[in-house]
Nanobody, 124 residues
Framework: QVQLVESGGGLVQAGGSLRLSCAASGLTVSVYAMGWFRQAPGKERAFVAAISGNGGSTYYADSVKGRFTISRDNAKKVLYLQMNNLKYEDTAVYYC?????????????????WGQGTQVTVSS
């Protein structure tokens, strides 16, 4: 079955850390860029971070720069998002997605496969 499955979400205090994982199966990901998005209640889905197909370049939303790190292990077909110094504003459902090419996009329409999402809740 073709799928992307996120894991690693949970409840954490402000200032804490979490690492999200996204495991791919049934589809090629090594030559495609990958991205992380998040959606808070009552708000639109927002871009968080992206990484090129070979992992050589990354891009981050201003709100997470210096705190989050996106990485990938193409041999294991896993995408990661290390989140440090979490803030209450980071509370959201986090989704991973495969881009339509090896170059990453900053909008959701640039991605063709999506995971089911994992909840991250940061207490203030």
């Amino acid at each position: 079955q073709v799928q992307l499955v996120e894991s690693g979400g949970g409840l954490v205090q402000a200032g804490g850390s979490l690492r999200l994982s996204c495991a791919a199966s049934g589809l090629t990901v090594s030559v495609y860029a990958m991205g992380w998005f998040r959606q808070a209640p009552g708000k639109e889905r927002a871009f968080v971070a992206a990484i090129s197909g070979n992992g050589g370049s990354t891009y981050y939303a201003d709100s997470v720069k210096g705190r989050f790190t996106i990485s990938r292990d193409n041999a294991k077909k896993v995408l990661y998002l290390q989140m440090n110094n979490l803030k209450y504003e980071d509370t959201a459902v986090y989704y991973c997605a495969r881009a339509k090419s090896g170059s990453y996009y900053l909008i959701s329409s640039g991605y063709d496969y999506w995971g089911q999402g994992t909840q991250v809740t940061v207490s203030s």
